[in-house]
């Protein structure tokens, strides 16, 4: 014979009451002797949320009527061991009613967590940005700061910001917080222009405006250091060991390498502030920057120093540029001039445009007796008002090599100052030795293919070439 299955349903209100209904089969309902209620205690409730299935939950182990006191909907006042109560009336009577109490605790709205760090000093005359006033909670809501964003605060120590916050879950009270900021006359710390010099064969410093007063816990963050060689096919960045401070000076900033850096390399360091922690004494960030040159130290003497022919002091015909030493086959577009100079009384002028002419410096080797290494060259420019050249290009040959080029080196001088006498200058690797006995030239050369952009002529005038030895090795 079949069993039939008895059903009914769970927790249907039916009105202030709840049905309770389940399935089980014929067999297993009249097997059921005693009647069960189960309720769990229920967990704390916050003020103010009404009672819902969550806490009116109970349920028996047969069909019938449950009824909750309070009913469901109701809000409960504040306080622990608060009772529930459900009354249960069985649908069939043979048994009987019965009841089941628990208790509930009604709590206050949970307090926000409001996580404000104290700011840095704010520069005197600087808006409050997001940056002072970058309050969090841990629940949604909205923050509202005194004083407002982009307010201009006065000089002084411990001016007090605050928030009001107000959550947007009903089970969060509004909360507020302080912090204090120190307003000052002060300036960001920057990068000292002209300040990275090489210290050692993995090493090198700089400087900043003012005194630091911590590196972060990642003082390396946000530095790139690039190291470019053109002769020796090196361009890449190279990676920074460590970063520290100068134990006897805090405005000076030590960087070792991962690897080995050179007298004839070309080294630049740049600053990305947005991951450092990098601050000055007065909680001032240290301010991004842009590629800088470490310069290599040169302590020699120079080896042209005086020298008629570096200056362009001496005279010749029109084949020479004027000057002798020199030759360029025309007049223009070089011409040796008396009415500008750096030193002495003469310079080389140059007015025209591109590719016109190199200038070949003939007696280069017939005025020094110096070895192969590392030597700073340099030359004194003074580029007219209203030219916009960006590079020149000089190389040394020597006659008993077919005049290819020994060493050719590129001049950026797009953001020269203009109007003035400027000193350029860098170190370069003299690969054999260059003396009287191996006729040796030093070119210079004004190529289009160096000023991309450039157009109509380019008037600018040299002086005064000159040679220091330099002690760090060249790049092998």
Same mark, same amino acid.
Not at 81 to 88: D, H, I, P, R
């Given at each position: 014979m079949k069993k039939r299955i008895i059903f009914f349903l769970s927790l249907c209100m039916v009105g202030m009451g709840i049905v309770v209904l389940n399935s089980c089969t014929e067999d297993e309902l009249f097997s059921i002797k005693e009647v069960v209620i189960t309720w769990e205690t229920p967990a704390e409730l916050v003020e103010g949320l009404p009672l819902t299935e969550t806490q009116l939950n109970a349920t028996a182990n047969v069909p019938g009527k449950i009824v909750f006191t309070p009913a469901l909907g109701t809000v409960l006042a504040l306080g622990n061991n608060q009772e529930l109560k459900a009354e249960f009336t069985p649908m069939d009577s043979k048994y009987p009613s019965l009841s089941k109490t628990v208790n509930i605790n009604i709590v206050e709205k949970y307090m926000p967590v409001i996580t404000w760090g104290t700011p840095a000093v704010l520069p005197l005359g600087d808006a409050l940005t997001d940056e002072q006033l970058n309050a969090k909670a841990n629940v949604p809501g909205t923050f !509202?700061?005194?004083?407002?964003?982009?307010?201009?605060?006065?000089?002084?120590?411990?001016?007090?910001?605050?928030?009001?916050?107000?959550? &947007?879950?009903?089970?969060?009270? $509004?909360? /507020?917080?302080?912090?204090?900021?120190?307003?000052?006359?002060? !300036?960001?710390?920057?990068?000292s222009a002209n300040s990275a010099m090489y210290t050692g064969e993995q090493s090198f410093a700089?400087?900043?405006?003012?005194?630091?007063?911590?590196?972060?816990?990642?003082? $390396?963050?946000?530095?790139?250091v690039h190291v470019t060689n053109t002769a020796k096919f090196v361009d890449k960045d190279v990676e920074i060991s460590s970063l520290s401070l100068d134990p006897t000076n805090a405005a000076r900033i030590m960087v070792t390498l991962a690897e080995m850096i050179y007298a004839d390399d070309m080294i630049t360091i740049a600053f990305d502030n947005s991951g450092s922690e990098i601050v000055s004494a007065d909680e001032q960030a240290?301010? &991004?920057?842009?590629?800088?040159?470490?310069?290599?130290? !040169?302590?020699?003497?120079?080896?042209?120093?005086?020298? &008629?022919w570096?200056?362009?002091?001496?005279?010749?015909?029109g084949n020479s540029a004027g000057a002798f030493g020199y030759w360029v086959g025309t007049a223009l577009?070089?011409?040796?001039?008396?009415?500008?100079?750096? /030193?002495?009384?003469? /310079? *080389?002028?140059?007015?025209?445009?591109?590719?016109?002419?190199?200038?070949?410096? *003939?007696?280069?080797?017939?005025n020094l007796d110096i070895q192969a290494g590392a030597y700073e060259v340099s030359h004194?420019?003074?580029?007219?008002?209203?030219?916009?050249?960006?590079?020149?290009?000089?190389?040394?040959?020597?006659?008993?090599?077919?005049?290819?080029?020994?060493?050719?080196?590129?001049?950026?001088?797009?953001?020269?100052?203009?109007?003035?006498?400027?000193?350029?200058?860098?170190?370069m690797n003299f690969p !054999?030795?260059?003396?009287? /006995?191996?006729?040796?030239?030093?070119?210079?050369?004004?190529q289009a293919s160096l000023n991309v952009g450039v157009t109509g002529d380019q008037t600018f005038y040299l002086d005064d070439m000159g040679l220091k030895k330099v002690d760090v090795a060249p790049r092998p």
């Amino acid at each position: 014979m079949k069993k039939r299955i008895i059903f009914f349903l769970s927790l249907c209100m039916v009105g202030m009451g709840i049905v309770v209904l389940n399935s089980c089969t014929e067999d297993e309902l009249f097997s059921i002797k005693e009647v069960v209620i189960t309720w769990e205690t229920p967990a704390e409730l916050v003020e103010g949320l009404p009672l819902t299935e969550t806490q009116l939950n109970a349920t028996a182990n047969v069909p019938g009527k449950i009824v909750f006191t309070p009913a469901l909907g109701t809000v409960l006042a504040l306080g622990n061991n608060q009772e529930l109560k459900a009354e249960f009336t069985p649908m069939d009577s043979k048994y009987p009613s019965l009841s089941k109490t628990v208790n509930i605790n009604i709590v206050e709205k949970y307090m926000p967590v409001i996580t404000w760090g104290t700011p840095a000093v704010l520069p005197l005359g600087d808006a409050l940005t997001d940056e002072q006033l970058n309050a969090k909670a841990n629940v949604p809501g909205t923050f !509202v700061y005194t004083p407002a964003l982009g307010t201009v605060l006065p000089l002084g120590e411990n001016q007090e910001l605050r928030v009001d916050f107000t959550p &947007s879950v009903a089970t969060h009270q $509004a909360t /507020s917080a302080t912090v204090m900021i120190n307003v000052r006359d002060v !300036v960001p710390i920057k990068y000292s222009a002209n300040s990275a010099m090489y210290t050692g064969e993995q090493s090198f410093a700089f400087n900043v405006s003012g005194a630091v007063g911590s590196l972060g816990n990642n003082p $390396a963050a946000g530095f790139t250091v690039h190291v470019t060689n053109t002769a020796k096919f090196v361009d890449k960045d190279v990676e920074i060991s460590s970063l520290s401070l100068d134990p006897t000076n805090a405005a000076r900033i030590m960087v070792t390498l991962a690897e080995m850096i050179y007298a004839d390399d070309m080294i630049t360091i740049a600053f990305d502030n947005s991951g450092s922690e990098i601050v000055s004494a007065d909680e001032q960030a240290l301010l &991004s920057f842009t590629a800088q040159q470490v310069s290599i130290p !040169v302590a020699g003497a120079n080896l042209l120093e005086g020298n &008629s022919w570096a200056g362009f002091e001496g005279t010749a015909d029109g084949n020479s540029a004027g000057a002798f030493g020199y030759w360029v086959g025309t007049a223009l577009p070089w011409q040796r001039t008396t009415d500008l100079f750096a /030193s002495g009384a003469a /310079s *080389m002028k140059y007015t025209g445009g591109f590719d016109v002419k190199p200038l070949y410096g *003939m007696n280069f080797g017939d005025n020094l007796d110096i070895q192969a290494g590392a030597y700073e060259v340099s030359h004194k420019i003074y580029i007219a008002e209203g030219s916009d050249l960006k590079m020149l290009r000089t190389a040394i040959a020597r006659k008993s090599t077919g005049w290819g080029d020994d060493v050719a080196a590129t001049w950026d001088v797009e953001n020269v100052e203009r109007g003035t006498w400027v000193t350029i200058k860098q170190i370069m690797n003299f690969p !054999v030795a260059y003396n009287i /006995s191996d006729k040796t030239r030093y070119s210079y050369y004004v190529q289009a293919s160096l000023n991309v952009g450039v157009t109509g002529d380019q008037t600018f005038y040299l002086d005064d070439m000159g040679l220091k030895k330099v002690d760090v090795a060249p790049r092998p």
